[in-house]
């Protein structure tokens, strides 16, 4: 049986090679628009990324010993989200030993 390759979802579907062959000619310049102080002050700045959350986590250090830290990571990839998650129900409600 013959499998094809799924393409991929982010294809630019260019050329990449022949774009970057290109080598621009004094002549293209002159095609290129008069860039105007009408057109900067149309200029909108957008910047990428996820927008900001109202809620950001904050970052801590928590010293445990290597055993637990080890037990985590082999639960697999999200431990430390899955270990977020944990901490948040709170405190167990087992009872404690007798000392």
Known sequence: MIVSKLASRRTLGSDLKRVDSHVIKP????ELP???EDMLARATLRK???PKSENPRQMI???SPPDVIERW???GPG???RM???LAKGPSTRAKRAA
């Not at 002549?27 to 002159?30: A, C, I, L, P, T």
Request: net charge positive.
């Open 27 to 30: 002549h293209e310049y002159k």
């Open 34 to 36: 008069e860039l105007t």
């Open 48 to 50: 990428g990324g996820r």
């Open 61 to 63: 250090s928590l010293r």
């Open 73 to 75: 990571k082999a639960t």
């Open 79 to 81: 431990w430390q989200t």
């Open 84 to 86: 977020a998650e944990k």
